[in-house]
T-cell receptor, first 114, second 112 residues
Framework: DTAVSQTPKYLVTQMGNDKSIKCEQN?????MYWYKQDSKKFLKIMFS???????INETVPNRFSPKSPDKAHLNLHINSLELGDSAVYFC?????????????FGPGTRLTVL | QQQVKQSPQSLIVQKGGISIINCAYE??????FPWYQQFPGKGPALLIA?????SEKKEGRFTISFNKSAKQFSLHIMDSQPGDSATYFC???????????FGRGTSLIVHP
């Protein structure tokens, strides 16, 4: 009964390649997110989607693009991968409607760019 | 601009000791202060949270202390156990905002 799932768990690729990470949540939440966690464990919000609309987009390179086919899925596409993209990427979801929105995180995808 | 400052960056405690992690914020509009716990290889998970209308919240061995005037809050882990070894993140959010602002994290190691 995984609440937020991500695939793949590990992704090793060459510079310049294009890759995607998939995320699915079965919690019925309205909002989904992508976070990047660097080697120092710092969590940086990248995108947030609410009801299939982008509601916040932090200053990330436009090589990164979120795609939401439906409310339960938020995929992350990365074009022209660079060494600095190596990190752990977390998908998360939260319910909307209250002031206090707990973030439910997926298990993460460790991306290594060679 | 880092809106939530967390310290220390790392913490080593003996089993049975008290672990204390501190956070300070700048935005007075923040009104929800959660702590997340992250084990190696896992995603962060909500541990405990507090609203500014109370000064303390306790759940088992975990306590949040909140000082609104000082704009500071802290996590206390009593009787720390090796199983508590993880990275802890404080966070803060404003009413109506979906996005919490996270601190930089504290790596806690509890020695047996």
């Amino acid at each position: 009964d995984t609440a937020v799932s991500q695939t793949p768990k590990y992704l090793v690729t060459q510079m310049g390649n294009d890759k995607s990470i998939k995320c699915e949540q079965n919690l019925g939440h309205d909002t989904m997110y992508w976070y990047k966690q660097d080697s120092k464990k710092f969590l940086k919000i990248m995108f947030s989607y609410n009801n299939k609309e982008l509601i916040i987009n932090e200053t990330v390179p436009n090589r990164f693009s979120p795609k939401s086919p439906d409310k339960a899925h938020l995929n992350l596409h990365i074009n022209s991968l660079e060494l600095g993209d190596s990190a752990v990427y977390f998908c998360a979801s939260s319910p909307v409607g209250g002031v206090y929105n707990e973030q439910f995180f997926g298990p993460g995808t460790r991306l290594t760019v060679l | 601009q880092q809106q939530v400052k967390q310290s220390p960056q790392s913490l080593i405690v003996q089993k049975g000791g008290i672990s204390i992690i501190n956070c300070a914020y700048e935005n007075t509009a923040f009104d929800y202060f959660p702590w997340y716990q992250q084990f190696p290889g896992k995603g962060p998970a909500l541990l405990i949270a507090i609203r500014p209308d109370v000064s303390e919240k306790k759940e088992g061995r975990f306590t949040i202390s909140f000082n609104k005037s000082a704009k500071q809050f802290s996590l206390h882990i009593m009787d720390s156990q090796p199983g508590d070894s993880a990275t802890y993140f404080c966070a803060a959010s404003t009413g109506g905002s979906y996005i919490p602002t996270f601190g930089r994290g504290t790596s806690l190691i509890v020695h047996p």
